[in-house]
């Protein structure tokens, strides 16, 4: 919007400098034989020139286009997810929901092997806690590896 305003000042003053040039100019002179001719050529060049400005303004400083990722790279990208908790778990603990996340996500990534060896883990983690071992194996049972 700024642009637009600088460059109709600007516009507007040259074209008063031309035709004030035109009226001063003396009577033999192109300028004041072509008044209207001179101003409005100037005119058209410095509208023309401000517009090619605000399209280079306007193609150089677009914002480039996220890509989204791929279902293939963001499969890979919960995989790893996955993998990381699994990893912080198995090494520091966590709660039952934690637990209970990581074996529902591997039983939905398919990993039915990984999610039964988590489920082993979980259940001598919490086995004085019942109210958390019921959360984990509602979900290992979804997943597919409790009974």
Request: aromatic letters at 6%.
């Amino acid at each position: 919007m700024l642009f637009w305003i600088l460059t109709i000042a600007l516009v507007g003053s040259v074209l008063l400098i031309v035709t004030r040039a035109a009226n001063t100019a003396p009577d033999d002179t192109f300028l004041s034989k072509n008044k209207i001719a001179v101003t409005a050529v100037t005119g058209a060049v410095l509208l023309a020139g401000g517009f090619w400005v605000s399209f280079q303004m306007a193609r150089t400083a677009a914002p480039p286009v996220a890509v989204a990722p791929s279902t293939n790279q963001q499969t890979e990208m919960v995989r790893e997810l996955v993998q990381n908790l699994s990893d912080r778990l198995s090494s520091e603990g966590g709660s039952a929901q934690e637990w209970a996340r990581l074996i529902a996500s591997l039983g939905i990534l398919g990993d039915v092997e990984q999610a039964e060896a988590r489920w082993g883990e979980a259940r001598a983690s919490f086995a004085g806690d019942p109210d958390g071992l019921a959360e984990i194996r509602t979900a290992a049972q979804r997943a597919g590896v409790a009974e």
